[in-house]
């Protein structure tokens, strides 16, 4: 083979294994809105890659043997970039249509409509590639494996480039464009010093428009807000480094998501909390804790929490992981805001942290549905007591179910707390058979929670209550068991509640309105 269609053939394979790579990772993104960004999305994802690839490196044996590999490789990459080119606009209905099916299937479902017909074509191209290299027997075990690596490489640099560079400055959209790109810009290549026929002519204007239609595509930018109807706007929308940021407004409402998940509620004239979750928080650490001055809260989102706790006094600090979120918080919810924000995950925020530090810590980081597992262990909750003055409180909020068997993990939880500290309780913030917010309260003494009083938030009509919570939860259950860093199986134990969760968004948000 000529020293030009060798390197040809060796960025064709560095780009093909960047393509697979930046598609795998960018599942999570784009099915985060309906189906979070779970253990079984993941599974989903991963799965569906390697089945689409084995499948792809079959078909691409026997085709390689079947016709010149050359060309069949570089219509294979056209198509693939075409296919790429189209995942932005079949998302939604693919989304919406699978979700039907639940969470499980329909994730797995969605990844696969999604993902698998290009990633079947990426995997015909190794076979296609080494065919189209090897001159001889002599040259065999030296030209594939070179041919292997250069694969890899490329997946190692679109792996990097999409987590550190891509999504954060570029967007989901513009990734996915970029990655079409990719594949059809070597097939151009080739189709240009293909012989003058009617294939060459068909497949170079294929490449062409290809080319084309995403550097184009590339320019669109979305003018905020989008009214799309039943009175929903759209803000505010970026890709973070965690996670799809999103401010919605509805009436005076305002709502910040993070990959389709509903993390903060404001009502923007009033500024109270619209759910009851952050009221409650609020009443059960000052109740518990009524003289506490230095507080830190885990897990920023709007802020509201923050705020809430600086009006009441307290000098707060704030631990929020995505800058993204941090920036939103700022400008939408909580504006200037007198206290100091550290951008950094909160157990490695501890963990640098002087002991006793803190009056009371408040842990409310979610990733999206559910906190993060390193963040419900017992060597977690050694660090938080660590942290806390003597008589200090800590206070954590987790969604979940408060009776029966789906209340498995609101028990583990209250059994992980109750390992490290002496005195733990949780409040229902709902008194329902579903999935609620859960708050607990803990400390190194015992306390006694007066009645709460004068703690107001707003129902989703916007008319404005005073008191909550539902009831105390037994956390009692021979069920329950320790989180350590070894064993935390969160990811199985929410899924009930997870699963709610989404159904309740589905149903409170038009397709749109998480999708847009």
């Given at each position: 083979?000529?020293?030009?269609?060798?390197?040809?053939?060796?960025?064709?394979?560095?780009?093909?294994?960047?393509?697979?790579?930046?598609?795998?990772?960018?599942?999570?993104?784009?099915?985060?809105?309906?189906?979070?960004?779970?253990?079984?999305?993941?599974?989903?994802?991963?799965?569906?890659?390697?089945?689409?690839?084995?499948?792809?490196?079959?078909?691409?044996?026997?085709?390689?043997?079947?016709?010149?590999?050359?060309?069949?490789?570089?219509?294979?990459?056209?198509?693939?970039?075409?296919?790429?080119?189209?995942?932005?606009?079949?998302?939604?209905?693919?989304?919406?249509?699978?979700?039907?099916?639940?969470?499980?299937?329909?994730?797995?479902?969605?990844?696969?409509?999604?993902?698998?017909?290009?990633?079947?074509?990426?995997?015909?191209?190794?076979?296609?590639?080494?065919?189209?290299?090897?001159?001889?027997?002599?040259?065999?075990?030296?030209?594939?494996?070179?041919?292997?690596?250069?694969?890899?490489?490329?997946?190692?640099?679109?792996?990097?480039?999409?987590?550190?560079?891509?999504?954060?400055?570029?967007?989901?959209?513009?990734?996915?464009?970029?990655?079409?790109?990719?594949?059809?810009?070597?097939?151009?290549?080739?189709?240009?010093?293909?012989?003058?026929?009617?294939?060459?002519?068909?497949?170079?204007?294929?490449?062409?428009?290809?080319?084309?239609?995403?550097?184009?595509?590339?320019?669109?930018?979305?003018?905020?807000?989008?009214?799309?109807?039943?009175?929903?706007?759209?803000?505010?929308?970026?890709?973070?480094?965690?996670?799809?940021?999103?401010?919605?407004?509805?009436?005076?409402?305002?709502?910040?998501?993070?990959?389709?998940?509903?993390?903060?509620?404001?009502?923007?004239?009033?500024?109270?909390?619209?759910?009851?979750?952050?009221?409650?928080?609020?009443?059960?650490?000052?109740?518990?804790?009524?003289?506490?001055?230095?507080?830190?809260?885990?897990?920023?989102?709007?802020?509201?929490?923050?705020?809430?706790?600086?009006?009441?006094?307290?000098r707060v600090t704030a631990v929020e992981i995505d800058p993204a979120v941090a920036a939103a918080a700022r400008r939408f919810f909580t504006g200037p805001g007198d206290f100091p924000v550290a951008l950094e995950d909160g157990r490695t925020f501890l963990a640098?942290?002087?002991?006793?530090?803190?009056?009371?810590?408040?842990?409310?980081?979610?990733?999206?549905?559910?906190?993060?597992?390193?963040?419900?262990?017992?060597?977690?909750?050694?660090?938080?007591?660590?942290?806390?003055?003597?008589?200090?409180?800590?206070?954590?909020?987790?969604?979940?179910?408060?009776?029966?068997?789906?209340?498995?993990?609101?028990?583990?939880?209250?059994?992980?707390?109750?390992?490290?500290?002496?005195?733990?309780?949780?409040?229902?913030?709902?008194?329902?058979?579903?999935?609620?917010?859960?708050?607990?309260?803990?400390?190194?003494?015992?306390?006694?929670?007066?009645?709460?009083?004068?703690?107001?938030?707003?129902?989703?009509?916007?008319?404005?209550?005073?008191?909550?919570?539902?009831?105390?939860?037994?956390?009692?259950?021979?069920d329950g068991f320790v989180f350590t860093d070894e064993f935390c199986p969160t990811e199985r134990l929410s899924l009930a509640a997870r699963a709610a969760m989404r159904r309740h968004l589905l149903q409170l948000f038009k397709p749109w309105v998480l999708l847009?």
């Amino acid at each position: 083979m000529k020293k030009g269609r060798l390197l040809l053939l060796s960025v064709t394979v560095a780009c093909s294994g960047a393509s697979v790579l930046v598609l795998e990772i960018l599942g999570s993104r784009l099915m985060a809105p309906v189906y979070g960004t779970t253990l079984y999305v993941w599974s989903s994802l991963i799965a569906v890659t390697m089945f689409a690839l084995s499948l792809g490196y079959a078909a691409g044996g026997r085709l390689a043997d079947r016709c010149p590999p050359l060309p069949a490789l570089y219509r294979i990459l056209a198509a693939a970039g075409w296919l790429v080119l189209f995942i932005p606009l079949l998302r939604v209905p693919l989304l919406t249509g699978t979700v039907k099916l639940g969470l499980g299937a329909g994730g797995l479902a969605a990844a696969f409509l999604l993902l698998a017909p290009s990633l079947v074509l990426l995997g015909c191209v190794a076979p296609l590639a080494a065919k189209a290299a090897v001159a001889g027997l002599g040259e065999l075990g030296g030209r594939v494996g070179g041919l292997y690596a250069l694969s890899t490489i490329g997946s190692l640099a679109g792996a990097l480039a999409t987590g550190f560079l891509l999504i954060p400055f570029a967007g989901v959209t513009r990734v996915l464009l970029f990655a079409a790109f990719l594949l059809f810009l070597p097939a151009f290549v080739f189709w240009m010093g293909a012989p003058r026929t009617a294939e060459r002519r068909f497949w170079r204007a294929l490449t062409v428009f290809g080319m084309l239609a995403c550097l184009l595509w590339s320019l669109h930018r979305t003018s905020y807000p989008v009214a799309r109807g039943g009175g929903f706007s759209i803000l505010h929308k970026t890709d973070g480094p965690y996670g799809e940021i999103k401010v919605v407004q509805y009436s005076s409402v305002r709502l910040l998501l993070i990959d389709g998940t509903l993390q903060t509620a404001l009502e923007v004239r009033s500024h109270l909390p619209l759910f009851p979750y952050a009221a409650a928080v609020e009443g059960l650490l000052y109740a518990a804790h009524p003289g506490a001055r230095d507080v830190l809260l885990v897990g920023l989102g709007g802020g509201i929490l923050a705020e809430a706790f600086r009006l009441e006094g307290s000098r707060v600090t704030a631990v929020e992981i995505d800058p993204a979120v941090a920036a939103a918080a700022r400008r939408f919810f909580t504006g200037p805001g007198d206290f100091p924000v550290a951008l950094e995950d909160g157990r490695t925020f501890l963990a640098r942290t002087s002991p006793a530090s803190w009056d009371a810590i408040v842990l409310d980081a979610y990733a999206g549905e559910a906190p993060p597992p390193h963040l419900l262990t017992r060597e977690f909750y050694s660090l938080v007591r660590r942290s806390l003055r003597p008589g200090g409180t800590g206070v954590a909020n987790l969604i979940s179910f408060s009776r029966g068997p789906e209340a498995r993990l609101a028990r583990c939880l209250g059994r992980t707390i109750g390992a490290v500290f002496p005195w733990v309780e949780a409040y229902a913030v709902e008194d329902t058979d579903g999935a609620t917010n859960i708050i607990f309260v803990f400390s190194d003494n015992p306390r006694t929670i007066r009645r709460l009083a004068n703690v107001k938030f707003l129902t989703v009509n916007e008319q404005q209550v005073t008191g909550l919570l539902g009831r105390k939860v037994d956390l009692s259950g021979p069920d329950g068991f320790v989180f350590t860093d070894e064993f935390c199986p969160t990811e199985r134990l929410s899924l009930a509640a997870r699963a709610a969760m989404r159904r309740h968004l589905l149903q409170l948000f038009k397709p749109w309105v998480l999708l847009e």
